[in-house]
């Protein structure tokens, strides 16, 4: 079992930068790839980006490519979604997910799910 928390969240302006978190606790966080995803207002939760378990390979999806990046320190239990040049359509609930599975970008393959945190960015 693994429980997620999500930190990090906030209301910016456009063109800035905000790094949430995400503190794992259980067993064996670092056997697994770990996935961000976000919720905007009235759409469909969506894939942002996957770290492998070992922190070397990330893959992101095309909307935030260049402006996102994800680490992840095993030793801290932790994986870190930091985003630059916001923009409005960046505004979501941010979730964090687990997966044994690496490099997938489906809802289905994750095993463990935070809470969420909050992104809002003002134009």
């Known amino acids: 079992q693994v429980q997620l928390v999500e930190s990090g969240g906030g209301l910016v302006q456009a063109g800035a930068s905000l790094r949430l978190s995400c503190a794992a606790s259980?067993?064996?966080?670092?056997?697994?790839?770990m996935a961000w995803f976000r919720q905007a207002p009235g759409k469909e939760r969506e894939f942002v980006g996957v770290?492998?378990?070992?922190?070397?390979?990330?893959y992101y999806v095309a909307s935030v490519k260049g402006r996102f990046t994800i680490t992840r320190d095993n030793a801290k239990n932790t994986v870190y979604l930091q985003m630059n040049n916001l923009k409005p359509e960046d505004t979501a609930v941010y979730y964090c997910?687990?997966?044994?599975?690496?490099?997938?970008?489906?809802?289905?393959?994750?095993?463990?799910w935070g809470q969420g945190t909050q992104v809002t960015v003002s134009s």
């Open positions: 259980g067993r064996s966080f670092s056997s697994y790839a």
């Open positions: 770290i492998s378990w070992n922190g070397v390979s990330a």
């Open positions: 997910a687990a997966s044994g599975l690496e490099g997938r970008i489906e809802e289905t393959d994750y095993d463990y």
